[in-house]
């Protein structure tokens, strides 16, 4: 855990932002897990006096902080950049009503797509909100802007966005822990103000050039703010950069002049003037998009950086010397690299974990249509299949990957369920099955099922519950009944839920009882109303003892490979022998392969 | 004074403790450190690597490719993989344990034979240590004390850490029950890379 108040630390920038929170006196904090923010709650819920939640997605932790706000407290909401999709609604709320006590959000994003649907670069939520955006490129500014974020936030009545990245994020640094929390100790109280509060035209038309006043006010601040900074060098090449990126220009151009930018909106006009008239050539080095080198070129200056610098992914110091020298701005590299040969060794891909409880219902689902008999080598159908299965996002989406192959869509969370009723309105000929985890069911599920129902929509849904939110390393959601600080809630039942908003056709089946899942899958496919299958099985990294792992008698199996149709990682094979690796197998709880073998050559390992 | 680390291998071989834990000591032994890990998107049996950065000023950290100085692998396969990032004198130490990943398990993949592995990671450096840890750590009662073992064998190549720092930062992070295996683990791998650096 991380304590709250030694001097010097070892931290990553998610702990650093947590802590420089804490010490800003947060009262309220509210997240939805999504790599890489989810640490930011994890370790604030482990704080005390404060009051952390996991809220049931980004738009709820969001209009919760912004509710504290408005009472008077400072509040936090933390998200993935896709998170902040979902929360932009009362972001741009936020943005125009104002607050009271200090709100920031913070936004993750995730260059490269380490972990996320896709690549976005939320800087320019900061413009479109028209709210001062600060970018930590450490550990110590993670902790030392939080503080900073919650002032700007007060003082001029705006939400503040921190803006991070996988790599600030996810890197530890040492931090120089300057304060110890302080709480104001105003009263908590809501000010009736209808004018600044309840946003009818006529009160938001008021408020909208208080906005443009706001962001005047705060390119002024931009011009001193001591996180934008000259470090003079060079003066033959000029760098501006932010977040990450400064540590990675650092390196490779050790002799530079540097502007590097701790606020990124707005910008500070006159100081980088000032920058690009001290050096002969001057440049941006910024991950994704050209946020900053466009708005300096619209300035009328001269910049360039995304002509050689890559706008797609991640970068590092190899990325980046290497875009340097085909630029010009450095000598051609004297000799290649060693680069060994590395290029053709087998790939690891993510897999689901031996015993996980999705296992057995994808395997299922790829049996129904012979669907991996329609793929091609490159995972395309080559022919129709009877059954589609619109999937949606978690540890359950690598059902899409071989040998499962049953999922055939993936967008964004909570999709699957209004994808499948659209692919059943626009009249395909097969049948529509949407897959979705039981935390993304919550999040933003029910209001596709809703409409579902109220559309009358002919498709069958399974929820996979495994009583966690797996993929971003097992945080509680509403159904578990635990809250992110470790207290016993009601936990909302999934059945009761789906039954309640009129859903007659509801089953709740063994993930680990293969017989009784195709049982369910069939009878629900025939069906001719909307039913739900709640498939229901512990997450097997949760499962805390592990009995009875299972072995493959040689005698009998007549290495048919069918057990290697489910893809678990402890089925193993010896030049075609198959075999089951007995410590990783969850043996007892699972037994899904032994269910499965035709020959019956599965059983419990003898002692 | 520069030293750039990577240690790889698979989730759930406790990479991400060993590293914070030489971020720690090196932050102990009055330098400058970052370290960051990359876990891909399984929450087990995903490749990991882990960076860890220490000078008297550090800036990116990530590690380029071409100048690590200590590449530690815990498993064979993910060492070779990242072969390419050594500077030309680093050193590379390799648990020989395999964990095969699907493809080949399932026979559509060839797993590099140590000699490969060794062959591969000596087109760019000369010293390369093959160490049986997994066995090792299995035979004193808790293969989980693998990431200590190797821990050691790293810290012979760390000079400006003493021993005590090392352990102080180790027992800092486990429960207290835990603390006499994993100092024997640590002891272990000491001594496995002073063996054969003597020899
Ligand atoms: C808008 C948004 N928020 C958060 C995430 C990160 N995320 C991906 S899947 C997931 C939830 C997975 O939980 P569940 O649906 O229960 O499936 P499981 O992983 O447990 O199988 C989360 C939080 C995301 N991709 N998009």
Request: proline residues 5%; contains cysteine.
């Amino acid at each position: 855990m991380v304590s709250t108040t030694e001097t010097a630390r070892l931290l990553s920038g998610n702990e650093a932002m947590a802590l420089g929170a804490y010490h800003a006196g947060v009262k309220v904090a509210a997240a939805y897990p999504g790599t890489p923010s989810t640490e930011i709650l994890e370790t604030l819920a482990g704080f005390g006096d404060t009051h952390a939640e996991w809220s049931t997605n980004e738009k709820v932790a969001l209009e919760v902080a912004l509710g504290a706000a408005y009472a008077g407290v400072r509040a936090l909401a933390s998200m993935k950049q896709v998170g902040l999709n979902v929360a932009l609604d009362p972001f741009m709320a936020a943005a125009i009503t104002g607050v009271k006590g200090g709100l920031v959000v913070i936004s993750c994003d995730d260059p490269g797509i380490h972990s996320s649907q896709g690549e976005q670069d939320n800087r320019h939520l900061a413009r479109l909100a028209k709210v001062p955006m600060l970018e930590p490129s450490d550990s110590q500014e993670a902790y030392d802007l939080m503080a900073v974020a919650f002032d700007l936030s007060e003082r001029f009545d705006t939400p503040a966005l921190l803006r991070s990245s996988t790599r600030i994020s996810h890197s530890k640094s040492v931090v120089r822990i300057g304060h110890t929390r302080t709480v104001s100790d105003a009263p908590v109280h809501f000010q009736h103000d209808v004018h600044k509060y309840v946003m009818l035209p006529v009160n938001a038309r008021l408020r909208r050039p208080l906005v443009e006043e706001r962001l005047v006010r705060l390119a002024e601040l931009a011009e001193t703010f001591p996180f934008n900074k000259i470090f003079p060098g060079d003066s033959s090449l000029g760098i501006v950069t932010s977040g990450v990126a400064y540590q990675y220009a650092r390196e490779v151009f050790p002799d530079a002049s540097f502007l590097k930018l701790g606020m990124t909106f707005p910008l500070p006009q006159d100081l980088i003037r000032q920058f690009a008239a001290q050096v002969k050539r001057l440049i941006v080095i910024e991950e994704l998009d050209p946020f900053l080198q466009e708005s300096i070129r619209t300035m009328g200056l001269k910049v360039t950086g995304k002509e050689f610098i890559p706008r797609i992914g991640e970068l590092n110091p190899g990325i980046v010397e290497a875009a340097a020298r085909k630029a010009g701005l450095l000598p051609p590299a004297e000799s290649p690299a060693v680069a060994a040969t590395v290029a053709n060794l087998p790939k690891r891909p993510p897999l689901l974990c031996p015993g996980c409880p999705h296992t057995g219902i994808f395997f299922v689902l790829s049996t129904i249509g012979q669907r991996h008999k329609i793929l091609d080598a490159q995972g395309k159908s080559v022919k129709e299949s009877k059954l589609v299965i619109t999937g949606d996002i978690g540890c359950y989406t690598l059902g899409a990957l071989p040998p499962l192959d049953a999922m055939d869509t993936t967008a964004c969370m909570g999709a699957s369920i209004g994808q499948a009723l659209g692919m059943v309105k626009a009249g395909v000929a097969s049948k529509v099955m949407a897959v979705i985890g039981d935390s993304t069911f919550l999040h933003s599920g029910i209001t596709g099922l809703v409409n579902g129902v109220y559309n009358n929509g002919r498709l069958v849904l399974l929820i996979l519950d495994n009583s966690t939110t797996a993929m971003t390393g097992h945080q509680d959601h509403p159904g578990t009944g635990v809250s992110a600080q470790g207290q016993t809630t009601r936990a909302v039942r999934l059945e009761d839920l789906v039954r309640g908003i009129g859903i007659a056709d509801v089953k709740v089946v063994d993930a680990f009882d293969l017989k009784a899942l195709r049982t369910a899958v069939r009878i629900a496919l025939e069906s001719d109303e909307l039913s739900v299958i709640i498939v229901r099985g512990d997450c097997s990294v949760r499962v805390p003892r592990r009995e009875g792992p299972r072995a493959i008698d040689a005698e009998k199996c007549n290495e048919c490979g069918v057990c290697f149709m489910l893809g678990c990682p402890a089925i193993l094979s010896n030049e075609g022998e198959a075999y089951i690796d007995s410590a990783v197998c969850v043996g007892k709880g699972c037994t899904v392969c032994q269910q499965l073998c035709p020959q019956q050559a599965i059983a419990e390992a003898a002692p | 004074m520069k030293l750039d680390l990577l240690i790889t291998g698979v989730g759930g071989q406790g990479i991400v403790l060993a590293s914070d834990i030489i971020g720690e000591a090196a932050m102990a032994a009055g330098y400058d450190t970052k370290k960051t890990d990359t876990l891909g998107m399984a929450q087990r049996g995903g490749s990991v690597v882990s960076h860890v950065r220490i000078g008297d000023k550090v800036w990116s950290p990530l590690i380029k490719e071409g100048d690590v100085d200590i590449l530690a692998g815990f498993e064979k396969l993910e060492a070779v993989r990242w072969g390419s990032y050594l500077a030309p004198g680093g050193i590379a130490i390799v648990n020989s344990q395999s964990i095969p990943p699907p493809s080949v398990s399932r026979g559509l993949e060839h797993y590099p034979t140590d000699e490969e592995v060794v062959d591969i990671l000596k087109q760019g450096i000369e010293r390369v240590f093959l160490i049986n840890g997994t066995a090792q750590a299995k035979a004193l009662g808790d293969i989980r004390t693998l990431n200590m073992l190797m821990l050691g064998c790293i810290a012979t190549f760390v000079p400006f850490v003493g021993v005590d720092t090392w352990k102080e930062c180790i027992c800092r992070h486990l429960p207290a029950k835990a603390h006499e295996i994993n100092i024997k683990a640590f002891d272990l791998g000491q001594r496995e890379t002073q063996n054969v650096c003597s020899r």
